[in-house]
């Protein structure tokens, strides 16, 4: 099989088909021409409604070649999936026929356009099942029928979130000739900042980049006679190449592709392998400057820019990082692991001197935002650099051939985001239609009383429930429309309220039944799934707690750099030594094993630190201070 028309493997969340022949090069094609044609919209102008609906049309088509309807389907394309792709291209392509006068019927349309629309939100829905599974398309039918129906919930006791009920020219019509459906935000965002960053993820891997975070994180902090070593330079390494992924299931199994062998030696087991891949992989998620697809969404929904959402992120990025190198060495000390001689190829000042120039492509980004520069250009001047910097290797030298698969896994890797996305946009739309949001944003504040600390937690719980069932970027955006409203009533002020919201439902990650980056993780290492997702939650749990900090009080606000210096210093060392009271709690180490009294002693301290006040501040700290007095007198000196 050619290498330009094989599978690509950036996607590890949903099985692909493997294409050959004529619709292998159709494929290539069309995911090559989507990373282009990104490219050519953020260098060039298009019609925002246009581009949005263009875009999604090669991101259908290209998804039901792609992607087989069933596990039976894997073999070669089916007369089924020709009449979605037919049914994608008439569908997308009416809109943009017919654009100067389609755009002026939304509240009157056409038979054409009803049919048309039905048919799209039909496409989105199958498409989204087969990239991202059934529950997203199950939970949007729902609220659409929601919206049909809301006229009758009276009638069932449900009068708080009834409504006058929706036909479907209107639903039609919001859902499908407006930028509040489909085509909203969501898609927008997808089509604009998240394929960039696929590609430029893409582009930088295929440079060798990722094998070289990989080498600099064992170099740097993984000689050592002791196990944790392997521990720290997967963290280390899941928090550079996160800094391009975006994705926390990529990301596990780029790790684990060169961590497992690493740790297996090690004498690591496969479930703690796997939760320290999982982990150190979900950080990619949460890690500036790429961050997740729900990162992005941030920033429109705030209508603040891209750089401040960088910002807001790298404290708490480095907090989860921090938190789960702390995780790891209480276990691997409590459990006397001892680590094989195994080293790096190169010492770290070596490996630095010669292939240290791939930092470079990661400062690339946050260096333009800053002079001023649009974050969509932005990345296309560093998927450039990346190239130019790709030819200082020849093994990795991007020739034509190599670049065109890059462009290629590019494309085709934004190809659930698209649908997910997509089918988010009809959530919302029915949200906003309807009213639900704020219903159910009144629903909560009633429930916690009024009171604010009791807002937040119901509202992490609500996000966190919503995860169970759908990803990150869905849950995300659901949400914010239906949840944040509850917050920011409370006082919570906007910007904490939705990065509130995006920590928590990065919990979709580690938690069943989408635990997707767990559930790979054991795939590679043979362990079992849930023991694994259940150390991938004990390991990550203090950076979940933190972010309270900067929900309960205005100091707490200097965590995500938006208070003045004087604030956000002492904000941050406290979040600090929060993080690391919780790490020992939960991890039952200090300067050796910790007693069920000291580890309780210093939970409580690490939960009180989390509120950023000088009385809970002091207060916290004298009891882990107390924790840590007794613990030191009860143990020998080493």
Request: glycine share 10%.
């Amino acid at each position: 099989m050619d290498a330009l028309t094989a599978p690509a493997a950036t996607d590890p969340e949903s099985p692909a088909r493997r294409l050959d022949g004529g619709v292998a090069r159709l494929a290539l094609v069309l995911a090559v021409g989507l990373a282009l044609y990104a490219i050519y919209w953020a260098l060039g102008i298009v019609q925002p409604q246009i581009y949005r609906t263009t875009f999604l049309l090669v991101a259908l088509v290209l998804t039901f070649l792609v992607y087989p309807g069933s596990s039976r389907g894997q073999a070669r394309v089916a007369p089924l999936d020709w009449v979605l792709v037919c049914a994608s291209i008439g569908a997308l392509l009416w809109p943009v026929i017919d654009f100067e006068r389609f755009i002026y019927r939304a509240a009157t349309p056409t038979t054409v356009d009803l049919v048309m629309g039905s048919v799209t939100i039909l496409l989105v829905l199958e498409a989204t099942r087969r990239t991202a599974g059934a529950v997203l398309p199950i939970t949007a039918a729902a609220f659409i029928a929601y919206a049909v129906t809301g006229h009758e919930l009276d009638r069932v006791g449900l009068g708080l979130i009834a409504h006058r009920g929706y036909d479907l020219e209107r639903l039609v019509g919001t859902l499908y000739m407006t930028l509040e459906g489909i085509f909203g935000v969501p898609l927008d965002v997808a089509a604009t900042y998240i394929v960039l960053f696929a590609v430029y993820g893409a582009v930088l891997n295929a440079s060798g980049a990722g094998r070289f975070f990989l080498d600099w994180s064992l170099a740097a902090v993984g000689r050592t006679d002791h196990a944790a070593g392997p521990g720290r330079a997967i963290t280390v390494a899941g928090l550079l190449l996160g800094t391009v992924s975006g994705s926390g299931v990529a990301n596990t199994v780029t790790l684990g592709a060169v961590g497992w062998p690493l740790l297996k030696r090690s004498g690591y087991s496969p479930d703690m392998a796997g939760a320290i891949l999982s982990a150190a992989g979900i950080g990619a998620i949460i890690c500036p400057p790429a961050l997740g697809a729900a990162a992005f969404i941030i920033a429109e929904f705030l209508h603040v820019s891209y750089l401040t959402v960088i910002a807001m992120a790298a404290i708490p990025a480095l907090l989860y990082f921090l938190s789960i190198l702390l995780m790891i060495e209480a276990d691997t000390r409590r459990k006397s692991l001892r680590r094989t001689a195994d080293a790096a190829a190169l010492p770290l000042g070596a490996l630095t001197r010669t292939r240290g120039y791939h930092f470079l492509a990661l400062v690339g980004i946050p260096v333009l935002l800053v002079t001023g520069m649009s974050p969509f250009r932005a990345v296309v001047v560093s998927i450039a650099i990346a190239m130019a910097l790709s030819f200082a290797d020849r093994a990795h030298a991007l020739w034509p051939r190599r670049l065109v698969a890059a462009l290629r896994d590019g494309g085709r890797s934004v190809l659930p985001v698209a649908a997910t996305t997509a089918t988010a946009g009809i959530i919302v739309g029915v949200v906003t239609l309807t009213g639900l949001g704020l219903k159910i944003a009144g629903l909560i504040v009633t429930l916690a009383g009024g009171y604010m600390f009791a807002t937040v937690l119901l509202s992490g719980v609500a996000v966190w429930m919503l995860g169970l069932a759908v990803p990150v970027t869905a849950s995300y955006i659901i949400a914010a429309v239906m949840v944040a409203p509850a917050m920011t009533r409370v006082g919570v002020p906007d910007v904490a309220a939705h990065m509130f919201i995006f920590y928590y439902a990065v919990l979709s990650e580690v938690s069943p039944p989408t635990a997707l980056s767990p559930f790979a993780a054991a795939a590679i290492t043979g362990g079992r799934p849930v023991p694994t997702m259940m150390l991938t939650w004990k390991y990550t749990l203090p950076a979940f707690v933190f972010p309270f900090v900067f929900t309960l009080s205005p100091q707490g606000m200097g965590v995500i750099l938006q208070a003045p210096l004087s604030v956000a210093v002492p904000a941050t060392a406290q979040a600090i030594v929060a993080v690391v009271a919780l790490a020992a709690a939960l991890g039952g180490w200090m300067r050796g094993p910790a007693t069920l009294v000291e580890r309780l002693v210093a939970g409580i301290a690490g939960a009180l630190l989390c509120y950023a006040s000088p009385t809970t501040g002091v207060v916290g700290l004298t009891l882990f201070a107390v924790a840590i007095a007794v613990h030191v007198r009860r143990l020998p000196r080493p």
